[in-house]
């Protein structure tokens, strides 16, 4: 059964590349192997990409698993043609409750330099909306 699935997810993936004006939604395991033009990888956090490492298991275990998560996370940087976009987040809900969040391991491993990185659009925002409203407040000649 899940043979099957996994072949009509990769022909409907296959077919479907063919057409630009489409939004492909795939889990890095299924997306092996494929490429888009632009690929964006959301919420790229500690204990989501890695996924929560087990303390009680043993170091190389954990070490092995690790290895494997970023095997995962080179899967998914890598089926990018043209742009490639990561984010995560700062907060996430988890059940009732917010909790915070961290960049996942993997970006800083990436090695990102100011020429690839871009800066927090909403921080932008806010810095804007500071500015007009300084402007706004300077007399007018």
């Known amino acids: 059964l899940d043979v099957a699935r996994n072949i009509a997810l990769l022909s409907t ?3 479907r590349e063919q057409d630009q004006d489409v939004v492909t939604l795939s889990t ?9 033009p632009h690929v ?3 919420g790229v956090t500690e204990g989501m990409l890695p996924f929560k490492l087990d303390d009680s298991r043993a170091e190389d275990q954990r070490q092995s698993r690790l290895e494997e998560e970023r095997r ?14 990561v984010s995560w987040t700062k907060k996430r809900k988890k059940g009732r409750d917010m909790v915070i969040c961290q960049p996942s391991r993997f970006i800083a491993e990436m ?3 100011a020429a ?3 800066e927090d659009p909403r921080e932008k925002l806010r810095q804007l909306r500071a500015e007009f409203a ?4 300077l007399p007018t000649t």
């Open 111 to 113: 090695q990102l330099d």
């Open 116 to 118: 690839t990185s871009r």
């Open 40 to 42: 964006m990888l959301a």
């Open 134 to 137: 300084l402007k706004a407040q």
């Open 72 to 85: 995962l996370m080179y899967v998914g940087i890598t089926r990018a043609r043209r742009t490639l976009a």
């Open 13 to 15: 993936l296959s077919e």
């Open 28 to 36: 890095l395991h299924a997306a092996k192997g494929l490429e888009w």
